[in-house]
T-cell receptor, first 118, second 116 residues
Framework: GAVVSQHPSRVICKSGTSVKIECRSLDFQATTMFWYRQFPKQSLMLMATSNEGSKATYEQGVEKDKFLINHASLTLSTLTVTSAHPEDSSFYIC??????????????FGAGTRLSVL | AQKITQTQPGMFVQEKEAVTLDCTYDTSDPSYGLFWYKQPSSGEMIFLIYQGSYDQQNATEGRYSLNFQKARKSANLVISASQLGDSAMYFCAMRGGIQAGTALIFGKGTTLSVSS
């Protein structure tokens, strides 16, 4: 299947700093990527839909100024957690769907980023 | 609104036995896709199997099969001949419509434990 690369896999930072997470589709182009957040032993919650060349669409309750998303190319989307605080500690995982694959359109996931804010 | 329900927080099975993980869904879209993913402790999400709402036959992928009952709105995952490596969290997911911008929504997941 298609490969989605996510970097870094783990980040430990001090409260107040900003953290950038990269998500790349390695062998396919993705006009749309998705960012999810997952707390321990819970489900994936969609945070935002990242659209290449336009603004991201955020889910209700997700602060767009807190979680900045940039989708500058067909293979790269970034999520920046600005002024991170301990409550932002979580597992963040990105996803991308291969274009032109019809109704099946499998959504492939990166390996995730575990963010710990001290 | 779309919704995925997984009612089994945890399931236990012995090696070589079959196990069924339950999933029910709710949607008003006539066209939708149902997916199952496996998430081991490492955190990566591994795609297992897909079922389209218009597919006439139940999907199968190796040891995985999807018991799709459209009238009941259920899409249970059946794992045959369980292996120790199958121990993981399993998520049922749905996407309504086929537009590229429609994200998957997930159930709460079921933790499967396989013992020897």
């Amino acid at each position: 299947g298609a490969v989605v690369s996510q970097h870094p896999s783990r980040v430990i930072c001090k409260s107040g700093t900003s953290v950038k997470i990269e998500c790349r589709s390695l062998d396919f182009q993705a006009t749309t990527m998705f960012w999810y957040r997952q707390f321990p032993k819970q489900s994936l919650m969609l945070m935002a839909t990242s659209n290449e060349g336009s603004k991201a669409t955020y889910e209700q309750g997700v602060e767009k100024d807190k979680f900045l998303i940039n989708h500058a190319s067909l293979t790269l989307s970034t999520l920046t957690v600005t002024s991170a605080h301990p409550e932002d500690s979580s597992f963040y995982i990105c996803s991308a769907r291969e274009q032109g694959k019809g109704a099946k359109n499998i959504q492939y996931f990166g390996a995730g980023t575990r963010l710990s804010v001290l | 609104a779309q919704k995925i329900t997984q009612t089994q927080p945890g399931m236990f099975v012995q090696e070589k036995e079959a196990v069924t993980l339950d999933c029910t869904y709710d949607t008003s879209d006539p066209s939708y896709g149902l997916f199952w993913y496996k998430q081991p402790s490492s955190g990566e999400m591994i795609f297992l199997i897909y079922q389209g709402s218009y597919d006439q036959q139940n999907a199968t992928e190796g040891r995985y099969s999807l018991n799709f009952q459209k009238a009941r709105k259920s899409a249970n995952l059946v794992i045959s001949a369980s292996q120790l490596g199958d121990s993981a969290m399993y998520f049922c997911a749905m996407r309504g419509g086929i537009q590229a911008g429609t994200a998957l929504i997930f159930g709460k997941g079921t933790t499967l434990s396989v013992s020897s």
